[in-house]
């Protein structure tokens, strides 16, 4: 059995009830906190599907689409960059879980 990357798992991920490209994001992130007060960039070292980025600038870039809702980044945040909104459960948005 071939081991599968990051970015092939991630490939993976489904959202219930909506195609990735109609995803309404649960989370918002002001980058511009992170590129201007943030001294540590913290959230581009802990977020397991690296939704964090750095650029050569240094610059932290967001992108959503391959969120898996872990909320690591919600508490590894102290800047307040990162507000976090859970999916509505009776709408049946959000990641599908496999196990849980």
């Known amino acids: 059995m071939k081991l599968l990357s990051l970015q092939e798992r ?3 991920v489904s959202y219930r009830n909506q195609a990735k490209s109609e995803i309404k994001p649960h ?3 002001e980058t511009d906190i992170c590129n201007s007060t943030c001294p540590h960039k913290c ?3 802990v977020c397991p599907a690296n939704c964090y980025t750095m650029d050569d600038q240094g610059k932290v870039h967001f992108q959503v689409e391959d969120c898996i809702e872990c909320g690591t980044c919600m508490y590894a945040c102290d800047q307040g960059a990162v507000s976090w909104e859970f999916p509505d459960p009776e709408i049946g948005r959000g990641v599908t879980w496999n196990y849980g």
């Open 10 to 12: 991630l490939g993976l």
């Open 27 to 29: 989370i918002t992130v």
């Open 43 to 45: 959230t581009t070292y």
